[in-house]
């Protein structure tokens, strides 16, 4: 079993920053992809940043140049540290993790999700 917990959401105001963490624990082998995704009320959940294992990252047009996606190997662990944050930022956040937990078995994990709202 894989645990996956995030921690770092709160209350900004608009332009601060706020620096979301994740940590996945368990029964682990080795961690692929990991992403960060958000969901706003009435929205469908999106994938805003992810970071392969070698560290290529990719972001969502929304968040690109404000927000930034880093992941320690060692520990297990995603980052995203969110500058220049909006409003429309306001929704909760989930980590998701691809993980190999035994030979050929993979699998996507999920967080609890964290709040962050942007809001003076």
């Known amino acids: 079993q894989v645990q996956v917990v995030e921690s770092g959401g709160g209350l900004v105001q608009p332009g601060g920053s706020l620096k979301l963490s994740c940590a996945a624990s368990g029964s682990i082998l080795s961690i692929y992809d990991m992403g960060w995704y958000r969901q706003a009320p009435g929205k469908q959940r999106e994938l805003i940043a992810s970071i392969t294992s070698g560290g290529s990252t990719k972001y969502a047009d929304s968040v690109k140049g404000r927000f930034t996606i880093s992941r320690d190997n060692a520990k297990n662990s995603v980052y995203l540290q969110m500058n220049s944050l909006k409003p429309e930022d306001t929704a909760v956040y989930y980590c998701?993790?691809?993980?190999?937990?035994?030979?050929?078995?993979?699998?996507?994990?999920w967080g609890q999700g964290t709040q962050v709202t942007v809001s003076s």
């Open positions: 998701n993790t691809r993980v190999l937990s035994g030979p050929f078995t993979i699998n996507d994990y």
